[in-house]
C-alpha cells in the first residue's frame, strides 16, 4: 500500500502547455512538500502545505500553484511550460510538529517532467 | 554559499571498504539532521537520523558537531548495495514551518 503517490510517473508536453501533478498520502501526515530535482541532482523545496494551509513558498515563479484540498491531498498545477521545467518533481509529506522534529519525510516516486 | 555542501564525489571503493562521507551547513539555527540515501531514478528515503551523541545502525555510523556544523556518515564493510547518493539533508524550524534543505550529494559506487 503506498504511502505517497504521486501521478503521473512520466510526463511528456510541448513548451507553453498547463499540466497537473497529483499527489496523495495515506499516512495520516498534517504537512505535505513539493520539491522539486533538477538536471544537476539538486533537490530544492518549493512549497509546503500544513493542514491544507501554505507555510512555506520558496521564490518559485507564480506559474506554478499549488492546491490542498484536503490534507491528505497536494495537487501542483504550472501554466506555460517552459524548457527549464523540465526536471522531476517529488511530493513529500511528515507528521510534522505532531510527530517530533526528528522525524523525516516520506517522499513519493517522483514525476519526470520533460518540456519539448 | 550553499546551505549543505558535501563532497559529490563519485567515491569508488571496493567491496569491504569503509568509506566515510562528510557535509557542513551554514544555518546555525538548524535544528534536526538527517542522512537520505537515493538510488539512481528514486526517490530519497531516509536513512538514518543524527544526533551530537552520535548513532549507530549497523554498519552504518553517524555523527553531528553543531560546533563546528558538520555532519559524517561512516560505512564499514561496504556492500554492492551500497551504491548510491547519500544526501545530508539538515531542517530548520520556525513556528509551524519546517523544510528540509538537502545537499547535492555525493555518489559512492562500491565495486567487486
Known amino acids: 500500500d503506498t504511502a505517497v503517490s504521486q501521478t503521473p510517473k512520466y510526463l511528456v508536453t510541448q513548451m507553453g502547455n498547463d499540466k497537473s501533478i497529483k499527489c496523495e498520502q495515506n499516512?495520516?501526515?498534517?504537512?505535505m512538500y513539493w520539491y522539486k530535482q533538477d538536471s544537476k541532482k539538486f533537490l530544492k523545496i518549493m512549497f509546503s502545505y500544513n493542514n491544507k494551509e501554505l507555510i512555506i513558498n520558496e521564490t518559485v515563479p507564480n506559474r506554478f500553484s499549488p492546491k490542498s484540498p484536503d490534507k491528505a491531498h497536494l495537487n501542483l498545477h504550472i501554466n506555460s511550460l517552459e524548457l527549464g521545467d523540465s526536471a522531476v518533481y517529488f511530493c513529500a509529506s511528515s507528521q510534522g510538529l505532531k510527530g517530533g522534529w526528528n522525524y523525516g519525510y516520506t517522499f513519493g516516486s517522483g514525476t519526470r517532467l520533460t518540456v519539448v | 554559499r550553499k546551505e549543505v555542501e558535501q563532497d559529490p564525489g563519485p567515491f569508488n571503493v571496493p567491496e569491504g571498504a569503509t568509506v566515510a562521507f562528510n557535509c557542513t551547513y551554514s544555518?546555525?539555527?538548524?535544528?534536526?539532521f538527517f542522512w537520505y540515501r537515493q538510488d539512481c531514478r528514486k526517490e530519497p528515503k531516509l536513512l538514518m537520523s543524527v544526533y551530537s551523541s552520535g548513532n549507530e545502525d549497523g554498519r552504518f555510523t553517524a555523527q553531528l558537531n553543531r560546533a563546528s556544523q558538520y555532519i559524517s556518515l561512516l560505512i564499514r564493510d561496504s556492500k554492492l548495495s551500497d551504491s548510491a547518493t547519500y544526501l545530508c539533508v539538515v531542517r530548520a524550524h520556525t513556528g509551524t514551518a519546517s523544510k528540509l534543505t538537502f545537499g547535492t550529494g555525493t555518489r559512492l559506487q562500491v565495486t567487486l
Open positions: 499516512l495520516g501526515h498534517d504537512t
Open positions: 544555518n546555525s539555527a538548524s535544528q534536526s
